[in-house]
């Protein structure tokens, strides 16, 4: 059997670390990797290298190369005295790419589940709560997954946040979706939030 050199082994164990990508398309990537110049292979590998000093927004807690990233500077969106809260960094990127909401975010880093050990303590919720009194927010729009934990996190925000306009974003039926292929929750969550024409 051949052995492959342990550079290109090395490679292929690290692209099978990222999510979804199996041993055979690591060693597919690293492949295709070999064929690049030089100048391109050092430019990859110094742009990973410098994942390690990404730092984070002091505001939202998206990444950011300044103290405050641009949406937390921006004072237009201080002033719709709005936070959208999310999970996680994607969540957030993904509202923010709708162009549909004007206010600022607070990403949680999580939602709780006490069977993995992940209390109030271990999310971003008093830092949640000190914004919301800094910035005089009038509302604050729950967009967390539908899920238990994600209703228990709801509810544990809502009980902290008191006197503070509290809601929470639709869930239900996809555009271009069909009933007769929605699940009962779906169909639930989507009756729970109708409203009227």
Same mark, same amino acid.
Request: some cysteine.
């Given at each position: 059997?051949? /052995?492959? *050199?342990?550079?290109?082994?090395?490679?292929?164990?690290?692209?099978?670390? @990222? *999510?979804?990508?199996?041993?055979?398309?690591?060693?597919?990537?690293?492949?295709?990797?070999?064929?690049?110049?030089? =100048?391109?292979? &050092?430019?990859?590998?110094?742009?990973?290298?410098? @994942?390690?000093?990404?730092?984070?927004?002091?505001?939202?807690?998206?990444?950011?190369?300044?103290?405050?990233?641009?949406?937390?500077?921006?004072?237009?969106?201080?002033?719709?005295?709005?936070?959208?809260?999310?999970?996680?960094?994607?969540?957030?990127?993904?509202?923010?790419?709708?162009?549909?909401?004007?206010?600022?975010?607070?990403?949680?880093?999580?939602?709780?589940?006490?069977?993995?050990?992940?209390? *109030?303590?271990?999310?971003?919720?008093? =830092?949640?709560?000190?914004?919301?009194?800094?910035?005089?927010?009038?509302?604050?729009?729950?967009?967390?997954?539908?899920?238990?934990?994600?209703?228990?996190?709801?509810?544990?925000? /809502?009980?902290?946040?008191?006197?503070?306009?509290?809601?929470?974003?639709?869930?239900?039926?996809?555009?271009?979706?069909?009933?007769?292929?929605? &699940?009962?929750?779906?169909?639930?969550?989507?009756?729970?939030?109708?409203?009227?024409?």
């Amino acid at each position: 059997m051949v /052995k492959l *050199p342990e550079s290109l082994q090395e490679v292929v164990k690290s692209f099978a670390k @990222l *999510p979804g990508v199996g041993e055979k398309t690591a060693f597919r990537q690293a492949m295709s990797m070999i064929q690049w110049e030089a =100048e391109d292979l &050092d430019l990859f590998a110094k742009s990973v290298s410098e @994942l390690q000093n990404i730092g984070f927004c002091k505001g939202c807690g998206v990444f950011s190369d300044d103290e405050f990233c641009s949406v937390c500077s921006s004072d237009d969106r201080k002033e719709n005295g709005v936070i959208c809260v999310v999970e996680n960094i994607s969540d957030l990127l993904a509202i923010e790419k709708s162009n549909q909401f004007g206010g600022l975010y607070h990403i949680l880093g999580g939602v709780l589940n006490p069977l993995l050990g992940v209390g *109030p303590e271990q999310l971003r919720l008093s =830092e949640l709560a000190q914004r919301v009194e800094e910035l005089n927010t009038k509302t604050v729009i729950l967009a967390v997954n539908p899920s238990v934990e994600g209703d228990a996190t709801c509810s544990f925000i /809502k009980q902290t946040l008191k006197g503070i306009n509290v809601e929470r974003i639709g869930f239900g039926i996809p555009m271009g979706g069909s009933l007769e292929y929605l &699940d009962s929750l779906t169909i639930s969550k989507a009756l729970e939030n109708r409203k009227q024409l």
